[in-house]
Structures are given as structure tokens and as C-alpha cells.
């Protein structure tokens, strides 16, 4: 399942990112290996690292959820990277995301827009 889903909006058709928290309440490792939403043409699994004080971010290719646990897609470490949206989007929109995972299982959700100061839902 998904929890706390949220979209960075940024200004000027700039990428935006997506975040949340995913859950996995089975018994086995789930790999998430993908996303995609009507919303942007290009949804990118991306994590952000700080080397030799310089900020970089690199796209990759599978997030494993261990069993029972979660993992956090967070600013500053693993995030969906949103790009070339297809309508205009803005603060107080909604965007539905569908999560891919090996195997073939996806899972939607809704990924409420927020404006770019914010730090995520309340």
C-alpha cells in the first residue's frame, strides 16, 4: 500500500518529484521497478546523493520493499522523478500514479499536489 503520497510542484513546466511511503505487509520482498501516470510523460525512479559536497541525483533501475516493512520515498534520497507533464498541473491537484513492480503487479495511487515550499502532507 501507499502512504503519505505527495508531489513537489515546481514552477515553469520544471520536473517534479514525487513522494511517499510504500508498505509491504507480505511475506516475501516486493522490487518496485517502475511508475506511470496519464499526468507526466516521463516518471522516473531517481535517487538524490551528496558526494564530495556535491549534490547529484542518478535513476535506478528496481527499490526492493523488504518483507513487513516499508521504504520512504523521500527529498534528498529516493524519489519519483516527474517530467514532461501533459496538462497543466498545479497545487491542489491530484495526480493517480501506477506503481510497477516485478512480476508484473501494480499498484495505484494518488499522489496529491503541493506547493514547492512544502515539506508533505499534514
Known amino acids: 500500500r501507499v502512504e503519505h503520497a505527495w508531489i513537489r510542484w515546481l514552477p515553469a513546466q520544471l520536473p517534479s518529484a514525487g513522494y511517499a511511503v ?3 505487509d507480505s511475506d516475501a520482498t516486493v522490487r518496485l521497478t517502475g511508475a506511470r501516470s496519464v499526468d507526466y510523460g516521463i516518471v522516473m525512479l531517481h535517487r538524490s546523493m551528496l ?67 512544502s515539506t508533505g502532507p499534514k
Do not use: C, W
Not at 556535491?54 to 523488504?66: A, C, Q, W, Y
Not at 498541473?89 to 506547493?115: N, R, S, Y
Open 51 to 117: 558526494a564530495n559536497s556535491d549534490s547529484r541525483m542518478e535513476m535506478v533501475d528496481h527499490l526492493d520493499i523488504p518483507a513487513h516493512g516499508s521504504v520512504k520515498l523521500t527529498p534528498g534520497d529516493y524519489h519519483l522523478m516527474l517530467s514532461q507533464a501533459t496538462r497543466a498541473i498545479k497545487p491542489g491537484d491530484t495526480v493517480k500514479m501506477t506503481l510497477e513492480f516485478a512480476g508484473g503487479a501494480t499498484l495505484q495511487a494518488d499522489f496529491p499536489v503541493l506547493p514547492a515550499n
Open 22 to 24: 510504500i508498505v509491504n
